[in-house]
Protein backbone atom coordinates (compact mmCIF):
# COMPACT_ATOMS: atom_id res chain seq x y z
CA UNK A 1 0.00 0.00 0.00
CA UNK A 2 1.24 3.35 -1.15
CA UNK A 3 1.08 6.25 1.78
CA UNK A 4 1.25 9.92 1.52
CA UNK A 5 4.88 10.09 3.19
CA UNK A 6 6.22 7.75 0.63
CA UNK A 7 9.25 9.12 -1.44
CA UNK A 8 7.74 9.33 -4.96
CA UNK A 9 8.90 10.65 -8.14
CA UNK A 10 7.63 11.69 -11.63
CA UNK A 11 9.82 11.37 -14.26
CA UNK A 12 9.17 10.55 -18.11
CA UNK A 13 8.25 6.87 -18.95
CA UNK A 14 11.02 4.68 -20.66
CA UNK A 15 10.47 2.04 -23.31
CA UNK A 16 11.35 -0.39 -20.21
CA UNK A 17 8.05 0.42 -18.59
CA UNK A 18 5.89 -1.41 -20.83
CA UNK A 19 5.13 -4.41 -18.83
CA UNK A 20 4.46 -2.35 -15.66
CA UNK A 21 2.12 0.02 -17.87
CA UNK A 22 0.37 -2.57 -19.56
CA UNK A 23 -0.78 -4.03 -15.93
CA UNK A 24 -1.33 -0.32 -15.01
CA UNK A 25 -3.82 0.23 -17.81
CA UNK A 26 -5.41 -3.02 -17.42
CA UNK A 27 -6.89 -1.95 -14.06
CA UNK A 28 -9.03 0.28 -16.16
CA UNK A 29 -10.29 -2.14 -18.32
CA UNK A 30 -7.54 -1.35 -21.06
CA UNK A 31 -6.47 -4.63 -21.98
CA UNK A 32 -2.75 -4.68 -24.14
CA UNK A 33 -0.58 -7.21 -24.51
CA UNK A 34 2.85 -5.94 -23.27
CA UNK A 35 3.98 -6.04 -27.14
CA UNK A 36 1.51 -4.05 -27.95
CA UNK A 37 1.96 -1.51 -25.48
CA UNK A 38 5.91 -1.12 -26.64
CA UNK A 39 5.19 -0.74 -29.71
CA UNK A 40 2.81 2.24 -29.39
CA UNK A 41 4.75 3.75 -26.36
CA UNK A 42 7.91 3.34 -28.69
CA UNK A 43 6.11 5.99 -30.83
CA UNK A 44 4.65 8.26 -27.97
CA UNK A 45 8.04 8.61 -27.43
CA UNK A 46 9.37 9.53 -30.52
CA UNK A 47 6.65 12.25 -30.74
CA UNK A 48 7.75 15.99 -30.10
CA UNK A 49 4.33 16.76 -29.48
CA UNK A 50 3.56 13.65 -26.41
CA UNK A 51 4.34 13.48 -23.19
CA UNK A 52 4.05 10.35 -20.62
CA UNK A 53 5.03 10.65 -17.14
CA UNK A 54 4.78 8.14 -14.36
CA UNK A 55 5.14 8.36 -10.63
CA UNK A 56 7.05 5.86 -9.35
CA UNK A 57 8.52 4.80 -5.22
CA UNK A 58 12.35 6.27 -5.03
CA UNK A 59 13.73 2.41 -5.80
CA UNK A 60 11.29 2.34 -9.20
CA UNK A 61 10.14 -0.92 -7.71
CA UNK A 62 6.76 -0.13 -9.56
CA UNK A 63 4.44 2.16 -11.39
CA UNK A 64 2.08 3.83 -8.90
CA UNK A 65 0.59 6.03 -11.78
CA UNK A 66 0.46 7.50 -15.35
CA UNK A 67 -0.40 10.00 -17.19
CA UNK A 68 -0.30 10.93 -21.08
CA UNK A 69 -0.63 14.45 -22.19
CA UNK A 70 -0.72 15.60 -25.71
CA UNK A 71 0.57 19.48 -27.06
CA UNK A 72 -2.98 19.73 -29.67
CA UNK A 73 -2.68 22.54 -31.97
CA UNK A 74 -4.71 25.42 -32.55
CA UNK A 75 -7.97 24.80 -34.83
CA UNK A 76 -10.63 27.52 -36.41
CA UNK A 77 -12.57 27.03 -32.85
CA UNK A 78 -9.94 26.64 -30.22
CA UNK A 79 -6.40 27.48 -29.22
CA UNK A 80 -3.43 25.44 -28.85
CA UNK A 81 -3.33 23.74 -25.54
CA UNK A 82 -2.50 20.92 -23.99
CA UNK A 83 -4.86 17.67 -23.41
CA UNK A 84 -4.38 15.08 -20.74
CA UNK A 85 -4.89 11.96 -22.98
CA UNK A 86 -5.01 9.06 -20.27
CA UNK A 87 -4.52 9.44 -16.52
CA UNK A 88 -4.61 5.89 -14.76
CA UNK A 89 -3.26 5.55 -10.41
CA UNK A 90 -2.67 2.16 -9.57
CA UNK A 91 -5.89 0.79 -7.10
CA UNK A 92 -3.04 0.63 -4.19
CA UNK A 93 -2.12 4.26 -4.89
CA UNK A 94 -5.36 6.37 -5.06
CA UNK A 95 -6.13 9.22 -2.96
CA UNK A 96 -2.51 9.25 -2.17
CA UNK A 97 -1.75 11.99 -3.86
CA UNK A 98 -0.04 10.50 -7.14
CA UNK A 99 -3.20 11.77 -9.58
CA UNK A 100 -2.61 15.30 -8.20
CA UNK A 101 1.44 14.99 -8.39
CA UNK A 102 0.98 13.68 -12.22
CA UNK A 103 -1.49 16.46 -12.95
CA UNK A 104 0.82 19.03 -11.67
CA UNK A 105 3.68 17.62 -13.58
CA UNK A 106 1.75 17.82 -16.92
CA UNK A 107 0.53 21.41 -16.15
CA UNK A 108 4.28 22.36 -15.52
CA UNK A 109 4.99 20.63 -19.04
CA UNK A 110 1.94 23.34 -20.57
CA UNK A 111 3.77 26.08 -18.91
CA UNK A 112 7.00 25.45 -20.26
CA UNK A 113 5.35 25.60 -23.72
CA UNK A 114 4.01 28.31 -23.06
CA UNK A 115 0.52 27.20 -22.91
CA UNK A 116 -2.42 28.70 -20.33
CA UNK A 117 -4.98 25.76 -20.84
CA UNK A 118 -5.25 22.01 -20.45
CA UNK A 119 -8.43 20.54 -21.10
CA UNK A 120 -9.59 17.18 -20.06
CA UNK A 121 -11.93 14.78 -20.98
CA UNK A 122 -13.55 12.11 -18.42
CA UNK A 123 -15.84 9.91 -19.18
CA UNK A 124 -19.50 9.78 -17.72
CA UNK A 125 -18.52 5.91 -16.55
CA UNK A 126 -16.15 7.06 -14.89
CA UNK A 127 -17.89 9.29 -12.12
CA UNK A 128 -14.76 8.92 -9.32
CA UNK A 129 -12.94 11.17 -11.56
CA UNK A 130 -15.20 13.93 -12.14
CA UNK A 131 -14.94 15.06 -8.60
CA UNK A 132 -10.88 14.72 -8.47
CA UNK A 133 -10.79 17.21 -11.49
CA UNK A 134 -12.88 19.85 -10.32
CA UNK A 135 -11.04 19.52 -6.91
CA UNK A 136 -7.91 20.50 -8.54
CA UNK A 137 -8.94 23.67 -10.14
CA UNK A 138 -10.51 21.95 -13.54
CA UNK A 139 -14.27 23.33 -14.51
CA UNK A 140 -16.37 20.94 -16.64
CA UNK A 141 -17.14 23.24 -19.96
CA UNK A 142 -19.22 20.60 -21.73
CA UNK A 143 -20.96 17.16 -22.26
CA UNK A 144 -20.09 15.06 -25.43
CA UNK A 145 -20.87 11.84 -26.72
CA UNK A 146 -18.04 10.08 -28.73
CA UNK A 147 -18.93 8.07 -32.44
CA UNK A 148 -16.89 5.71 -33.85
CA UNK A 149 -17.08 4.13 -37.21
CA UNK A 150 -14.65 1.45 -38.76
CA UNK A 151 -14.22 1.69 -42.26
CA UNK A 152 -14.42 -0.96 -44.09
CA UNK A 153 -11.87 -1.84 -46.68
CA UNK A 154 -8.75 -0.41 -44.57
CA UNK A 155 -6.74 -2.58 -43.12
CA UNK A 156 -6.00 -1.91 -39.31
CA UNK A 157 -3.04 -0.34 -38.29
CA UNK A 158 0.17 -2.84 -38.04
CA UNK A 159 2.24 -1.89 -34.86
CA UNK A 160 6.00 -3.65 -34.33
CA UNK A 161 5.27 -6.46 -32.11
CA UNK A 162 7.70 -8.89 -30.66
CA UNK A 163 10.18 -7.78 -33.35
CA UNK A 164 8.07 -8.49 -36.26
CA UNK A 165 7.96 -5.34 -38.76
CA UNK A 166 4.95 -3.93 -40.27
CA UNK A 167 4.65 -0.50 -39.47
CA UNK A 168 2.36 1.52 -42.16
CA UNK A 169 3.59 4.53 -43.50
CA UNK A 170 2.36 7.53 -41.56
CA UNK A 171 -0.62 9.67 -43.42
CA UNK A 172 0.44 12.46 -46.21
CA UNK A 173 -1.52 15.33 -43.83
Known sequence: MTSPSDSREIRPVRAADAPRLT???AQLGYPGEPGVVAARLAVVLSSATQRVLVAVPADDS???????????????????HVEITGLVVDAAARRCGVGQ?????AEEWAVRHGLPTIVVRSNVARPESHPFYE???YRRKATSHVYRKEIRGVPAPRVMVAGRRGSPEPPPW
Do not use: T
Open 101 to 105: ALVAA
Open 135 to 137: GIG
Open 23 to 25: ALL
Open 62 to 80: RIDGYLGAERRPALLHQDE
